[in-house]
């Protein structure tokens, strides 16, 4: 994987993170805030559910 690569990924993420701040603030806002409520082991749940999507994704392509 060259730079140019990882920079595309990186600009892609990017842009999905920052859809629905744009599309819907207060929904965004919502979520953010009922995610402030969660604690630390479901955050670290939801996180490993991420990097595990993340990496079948790769995996796949």
């Known amino acids: 994987m060259d730079g140019s690569t990882l920079l595309a990924a990186l600009g892609l993420a990017l842009i999905i993170e920052g859809l629905l701040p ?7 806002r919502q979520a953010f805030s009922q995610l ?3 604690q630390d082991g479901q955050l670290r749940f939801f996180g490993l559910l991420a990097v595990g999507g993340g990496l079948l994704l790769l995996w796949l392509v």
């Open 22 to 28: 744009l599309i819907a603030p207060g929904a965004w």
């Open 36 to 38: 402030m409520q969660l």
